[in-house]
């Protein structure tokens, strides 16, 4: 399956205690005194979810994908209880390199921009790549 162009999908979420820097669930000392705020990392995360969940919803099957490259900022606070929405566009198509821009903004405006890069895979082929690497 070859992905659309132009293709745009858009998620939201409430930033919650378990999204911020301190409320991860890692034992890493220097996130505990961190401000409550969304984390850069549940944001990323956001984003590369926001693009997956677009792809599945496709007419004509799911394309399934990995990520391979992610160039966000994060220029603005988000505190918990407030909204946040990715819009993501697909803008490029290279054989299996799908390229996607991203922007992310709460209630204030925007947080994030950049771009994301997934490639399509066969599913059953990748986790046989990832049973040869296993230690």
Known sequence: MTAPLPFQYQDSMTVEVRHTV???PF??????????????????GFAEQTCIRGLRE????????????INLSHS????????VTAIVDLIE???????FRIGIHDSH?????????????????????????TI
């Open 76 to 83: 603005r606070p988000t505190p918990v209880g407030d909204t």
């Open 22 to 24: 301190s409320g991860l």
């Open 58 to 69: 496709l007419e004509g099957g799911p394309i399934e994908t990995v990520g391979t490259h």
């Open 109 to 133: 405006g925007q947080i994030s921009s950049g771009k994301h890069e997934r490639f399509m895979i066969d599913p059953m082929r990748f986790m046989e790549t990832v049973g040869r690497r």
């Open 27 to 44: 034992n890493w000392p220097g996130f505990t005194d961190m401000p409550p705020v969304l984390a850069t990392a549940v944001m990323i």
């Open 93 to 99: 198509v290279d054989r299996k390199k799908l390229t």
